[in-house]
């Protein structure tokens, strides 16, 4: 997990070698052959002097080495140090070469050295620059004007902003330390979500299984990398299959512990053979010293019987899934009045049975889908699930196909899509005369 982030930071860290390395190729090139197109005689003899010439092949040398090592993807020791000395001497023989009438303008590339350091070194980075581009500013004075060296580098550099480049090495530092801890924060969160996420799909595989003539179609929406929705869809000893949707008020890392308690005490409820009404207190029981005050859960459990299309159900707060007849046009609402799990310990659930005839499915969602609201403040509700539901299924859609569709008219009602996590689960019975 951790690779892909070195990986990212790795190759940060070598763009920024490479563009001071463009930004020393440009500073050459405008300043090598500026002597000559300005025709200025002082500038000319400067730049012939030995110290100048040995500072612009080094330069230069260096930065086609540079180049050469950032094509091959590797890194020459010291070359961090070695390129702050480089620009340092670089900028120096341009002052030195054009004298006191440039101290003003190519005084500020001086800045730009001080902030490579700090990217580089933090905070000790950008003073020891700032010491450097000081002293060579001081030298260019003290090899111009002659006299004591020591007062020609306090005079010249206090009059040209010495104090303010110190400041800004000191502001530069610690404001690239920050930006690292807080990119180090970052990607520790980053990777928390990714895993709590492969978590997530462990227990909530995007893909139903099958179940013999019945279409299942299904989508997770999550609003977040960790969603607070949860399905159950899973074969029983008894041949029964337990058919379960909910939702949880806690989102992120969080609520993904609260999901995955919910998850695991509804399986081992259904897999002991419970009914509905007993799986959901049983559940609320568990769960409920354990949710924080202000977490709760919705949840729909059913037992379905795939044979017979008998739909065992307890409704906990849940948002009624809709059984939908697409030959006689209508829609039912499944719910029996239960509240939320975890409000309180003492609650009461009633179990009811539906029959899904062949042809009919079954459209459970989570509020994400049904609370959609548009810019007048309407939600896009049961009723609107409903006829698009029955509309898609009269036109011989899929139960697939039926998921899509409801999403992608929640979406577009939506003035705000995807502010909450949107699941829709559909089981869709086949007709008699297609059945296996």
């Known amino acids: ?48 002097t030995w110290p100048v010439r040995l500072i612009i092949v080094f330069a230069a040398l260096f930065t086609v080495l540079v180049y050469v090592v950032y094509a091959r993807q590797r890194s020459v020791r010291w070359q961090r140090p070695l390129s702050l000395t480089v620009d340092t001497a670089l900028v120096s023989a341009a002052l030195y070469t054009f004298g006191p009438s440039s101290a003003m ?21 950008a003073l020891i620059a700032a010491v450097a581009t000081a002293l060579g500013y001081g030298a260019v004075q ?14 010249a550099t206090h009059s040209i902003g010495l104090p303010f480049l110190f400041i800004v090495a ?10 690292d801890r807080e990119h180090q924060e970052a990607s520790r969160l980053r990777q ?21 003539n019945w279409l299942v179609g299904l989508r997770l929406a999550p609003a977040l990398e960790v969603g607070g929705d949860l399905y159950i869809l899973e074969q029983l000893a008894s041949g029964q299959w337990a058919v379960c ?6 989102k992120s890392v969080y609520g993904l512990i609260y999901l995955s308690m919910i998850v695991a005490h509804t399986r081992a409820a259904a897999h002991e053979g419970l009914s509905p009404e007993e799986i959901a207190l049983q559940v609320n029981a568990q769960v409920y010293d ?27 707060g849940h948002p009624p899934p809709l059984v939908v007849s697409p030959e006689r046009g209508g829609v039912r609402p499944l719910s029996t009045g239960g509240i939320v799990l975890g409000v309180t310990r003492k609650v009461t659930y009633h179990q009811e049975q539906v029959k899904i005839a062949p042809g009919e499915a079954l459209v459970a969602y989570t509020d994400g889908l049904s ?17 698009t539901a029955l509309a898609a299924l009269q036109e011989g859609r899929t139960a697939e196909e039926l998921v899509q569709r409801l999403l992608m008219t929640s979406r577009q009602w939506d003035l705000h899509p995807g502010r909450d996590d949107a699941t829709c689960l559909v089981l869709q019975r086949l007709p008699a005369e297609t059945e296996a």
Do not use: K
């Not at 500026?34 to 002082?42: D, V």
């Not at 928390?192 to 013999?212: G, S």
């Not at 949710?291 to 906990?316: K, R, S």
């Open 371 to 387: 609370e959609a609201r548009n810019r007048l403040g309407e939600e896009f509700g049961e009723e609107r699930i409903g006829y």
């Open 105 to 125: 303008g190519l005084f500020q590339v001086y800045y730009l050295i001080v902030l490579q350091g700090a990217i580089w070194f933090r905070v000790a980075g």
């Open 1 to 48: 997990m951790a690779e892909p982030a070195a990986g990212r930071t790795r190759a940060w860290a070598q763009e920024t070698d490479l563009l001071s390395a463009l930004f020393r190729t440009a500073f050459l090139l405008a300043f090598v052959p500026a002597p000559l197109y300005l025709r200025n005689e002082q500038a000319l003899h400067a730049v012939s």
């Open 142 to 155: 003290y090899a111009l004007d002659s006299g004591d060296f020591l007062t020609q580098t306090a005079l």
């Open 192 to 212: 928390e979500m990714l895993l709590a996420r492969t978590l997530q799909d462990v227990m909530l595989p995007p893909q139903p299984p099958r179940i013999p």
């Open 245 to 250: 949707l909910g939702d949880i008020s806690g």
């Open 290 to 316: 354990m949710l924080a005050p202000e977490t709760y859960a919705a949840l729909f459990v059913g037992l379905l019987e795939p044979e017979t299309g008998l739909l065992t159900f307890v409704n906990c």
């Open 170 to 179: 000191v502001v530069s530092g610690y404001l690239v330390a920050s930006r």
